[in-house]
């Protein structure tokens, strides 16, 4: 592992003009871990250092192979896979000629333990949904043999995207499903939105006092996270975000969060997969606290911001993320 100082002028810069990226391109092409820290946090006083320093170690021994912990799950079935699909975008820009599309995956077993991740080749748009199924199917067909699974057996996938899924996608899983072998496979196709026009309301709730210094409740009439309200048959909206969430008094009414079924999937119960959403929004070995995203999506996000920082290092090479490195929690 490399412990690297930084300062925090460094986030405004971009490239080689950045000594953080230089170095985490350097060490990382060697296969070696990063773990960074700002000089001016360690100037913060030290009744408040110990929640940086809780924060860092977790991190830290995630970074060098560690599995902090896991959920509780009670799964009526032999193997259950929890995957997220991301993308990020590398070349001169959006509408630049050398635009090349990333494929992001990460798997997750039931009980949340990260299993792997994987990063496809940089192709033009048109190509990425066939990449993307190639490097999913390498995934799932290495995690199966990993965890012994045997003919017959019952398993079912769960993918989690930011974005709506397309017939060609959902397509694309279906055509994989027999290539995995002889099992009884069940799937489900969940676009988790951020974004969407609806609130959640709790009158009932009368906030939380902040520890913001300001002497004011935070919250008030925000539902409890993990709430959740069912608003059709492959729809629902989660609380994700609650009055102990929310970071001060002024932060205003968070929003809930859209799960969307796709009408493809063959695993259609809805509550169970929400309060998954909820499980894993609460799984995030990267701080103590709960993440406003569950950790599939979360980390596929963190995968893509920062190979999209490392591409405009001259000397970065994304094949480097195929090697021993690639398979590490190098990006939390």
């Known amino acids: 592992l490399a412990l690297v100082e930084i300062e925090e002028g460094f986030h405004v810069l971009k490239g080689s003009a950045d000594p953080y990226l230089v170095t985490k391109a350097e060490f990382l092409s060697h296969h070696i871990p990063v773990q960074e820290f700002e000089f001016e946090t360690t100037e913060i006083p030290d009744k408040r250092l110990h929640y940086v320093l809780n924060n860092m170690g977790l991190v830290t021994y995630a970074k060098l192979g560690g599995t902090p912990w896991l959920v509780r799950a009670n799964l009526p079935i032999a193997h259950e896979l929890v995957v997220g699909l991301g993308s990020a975008s590398v ?18 077993s039931g009980d949340g333990n990260y299993c792997v991740s994987t990063v496809s080749k940089a192709v033009a748009f048109a190509d990425y949904d066939s990449e993307l199924l190639d490097s999913l199917k390498q995934t799932i067909t290495r995690v199966s043999k990993s965890m012994n699974w045997q003919p017959k057996d019952h398993v079912r996938l769960v993918f989690h995207s930011f974005k709506p899924f397309n017939s060609i996608e959902a397509e694309a899983v279906k055509r994989l499903v027999p290539s995995l072998g002889d099992f009884q496979v069940e799937y489900a196709f969940l676009h988790i939105a951020e974004t969407q026009p609806y609130m959640l309301f709790d009158r009932k709730q009368e906030g939380v006092w902040g520890i913001d210094g300001s002497g004011r409740k935070k919250g008030r009439f925000a539902p409890q996270r993990g709430q959740f309200l069912r608003l059709s048959g492959s729809d629902a909206l989660i609380v994700l975000t609650g009055p102990k969430e929310l970071k001060q008094s002024t932060d205003g009414m968070p929003s809930p969060v859209a799960v969307k079924l796709g009408r493809d999937s063959t695993f259609r119960d809805v509550p169970y997969l929400t309060q998954q959403v ?14 406003p995203l569950p950790v599939t999506l979360m980390y596929s996000e963190l995968i893509a911001r920062l190979l999209g920082k490392l591409g405009t290092v001259p000397f970065w090479n994304a094949s480097q993320m195929f090697g021993k490195i690639g398979e590490t929690r190098w990006f939390l």
Request: aromatic share 12%; net charge neutral; charged share 25%.
């Open 91 to 108: 070349g001169e820009g959006r509408l630049g000629e050398r635009e090349r599309v990333v494929g992001i995956t990460t798997v997750f």
């Open 278 to 291: 909820n499980t894993f929004a609460c799984h995030s070995w990267r701080g103590f606290d709960n993440s």
